[in-house]
């Protein structure tokens, strides 16, 4: 706690002028352009790897960047996120960003890891179809390769799944909204976005 409150001490420090300046102005309102939701992994850094200014990305992080399929019991709280975004925030994109080496998908794989854990056991049920994937494209059910690739699939099932919220239905019939997949590789930085046309994930 104390590290903290002293990092914070060295932060408003080290504050430029031109940047207190932003920050006052954004105290009076934000116009975020991306809707970024991405796992809650300490090691997923939204603002750090893509440079973003305050008030540029609207971030909703949860185990796993799971979105729920409109009107599953769990999850309301996201729904709000999102249909704020959306509708009054007006964003222009949105950014479902899965990452690799990530825990609640390894979890898919090794559900007596969950068996005192009920709540997040369910949660991951809205990953099943991503674990059906993973297991269609690696038949030799290696671990790790299992992991990657419903790192990818889970991502487009969440792409599939805000779809069906209406907020985000009615904008991208409208083409005032961009719907985009990505993973962020931990160990080399590296990001992949999913290609829809080729339904595969590419270098950026």
Same mark, same amino acid.
């Given at each position: 706690?104390?590290?903290?409150?002293?990092?914070?001490?060295?932060?408003?420090?080290?504050?430029?002028?031109?940047?207190?300046?932003?920050?006052?102005?954004?105290?009076?309102?934000?116009?975020?352009?991306?809707?970024?939701?991405?796992?809650?992994?300490?090691? $997923?850094?939204?603002?750090?790897?893509?440079?973003?200014?305050?008030?540029?990305?609207?971030?909703?992080?949860?185990?796993? #960047?799971?979105?729920?399929?409109? &009107?599953?019991?769990?999850?309301?709280?996201? !729904?709000?996120?999102?249909?704020?975004?959306?509708?009054?925030?007006?964003?222009?994109?949105?950014?479902?960003?899965?990452?690799?080496?990530? &825990? /609640?998908?390894?979890?898919?794989?090794?559900?007596?890891?969950?068996?005192?854990?009920?709540?997040?056991?369910?949660?991951?049920?809205?990953?099943?179809? /991503?674990?059906?994937?993973?297991?269609?494209?690696?038949?030799?059910?290696?671990?790790?390769?299992?992991?990657?690739?419903? $790192?990818?699939? #889970? !991502?487009?099932?969440?792409?599939?799944?805000?779809?069906?919220?209406?907020?985000?239905?009615?904008?991208?019939?409208?083409?005032?909204?961009?719907? #985009?997949?990505? $993973?962020?590789?931990?160990?080399?930085?590296?990001?992949? $976005?999913?290609?829809?046309?080729?339904?595969?994930?590419?270098? /950026?």
């Amino acid at each position: 706690m104390l590290k903290l409150l002293e990092n914070y001490k060295e932060y408003k420090s080290d504050l430029s002028s031109s940047q207190l300046d932003r920050i006052r102005q954004l105290a009076k309102g934000q116009k975020p352009e991306y809707l970024f939701i991405s796992c809650s992994d300490s090691r $997923v850094m939204p603002n750090l790897f893509t440079k973003s200014e305050p008030g540029s990305l609207f971030e909703l992080q949860n185990a796993g #960047n799971i979105i729920p399929a409109y &009107g599953a019991e769990s999850g309301r709280g996201m !729904v709000a996120t999102i249909d704020y975004a959306v509708s009054v925030l007006k964003v222009n994109n949105i950014i479902i960003c899965g990452h690799t080496f990530c &825990g /609640a998908m390894q979890a898919l794989f090794d559900p007596e890891t969950l068996n005192k854990l009920p709540d997040v056991a369910k949660w991951l049920e809205h990953s099943e179809v /991503a674990k059906r994937i993973a297991h269609n494209e690696v038949q030799d059910g290696d671990k790790i390769k299992l992991t990657r690739a419903a $790192v990818e699939a #889970n !991502v487009v099932v969440q792409m599939n799944n805000i779809a069906t919220h209406p907020s985000v239905a009615r904008a991208i019939a409208c083409n005032s909204i961009n719907l #985009n997949g990505w $993973v962020y590789d931990l160990e080399t930085t590296d990001i992949l $976005v999913y290609d829809k046309t080729h339904k595969r994930f590419t270098e /950026a």
